[in-house]
């Protein structure tokens, strides 16, 4: 469960500072975690090529204080390709916060 303060700090401090489209795919986490990048594509109608970089960012920030806001769930069968691929959900976050 998610600490009333955290959600605040989130909103407030941590949302405002990402792009729009980092913005949507966190939304898209939080309300369907367990989404590869092929499944977020789908569910954004963006190209892959949209989302793949985006995802990347998120996991892996390249400012040295900035924690990822996305982690690994588990590496699954794509529901889109049918491929092995990495499931991603937001850090932390068992409930959505959208």
């Known amino acids: 469960m998610i600490q009333e303060t955290s959600s605040q700090a989130y909103f407030t401090e941590v949302l405002p ?25 789908r569910m954004l109608s963006w190209e ?5 970089p985006r995802v990347h960012e998120l996991a892996h920030p390249k400012e040295k204080n900035k924690q990822p806001l996305i982690v690994e769930v ?19 976050k068992e409930n959505t916060l959208f």
């Open 74 to 92: 588990c590496k699954r069968k794509c529901r889109i390709t049918g491929r092995t691929a990495i499931a991603w959900k937001v850090k932390g």
């Open 17 to 41: 500072t990402l792009s729009d489209r980092h913005q949507k795919v966190l939304k898209v986490l939080a309300t369907v975690p367990n989404a590869t990048n092929s499944e977020l594509s």
């Open 48 to 52: 892959i090529n949209r989302v793949t």
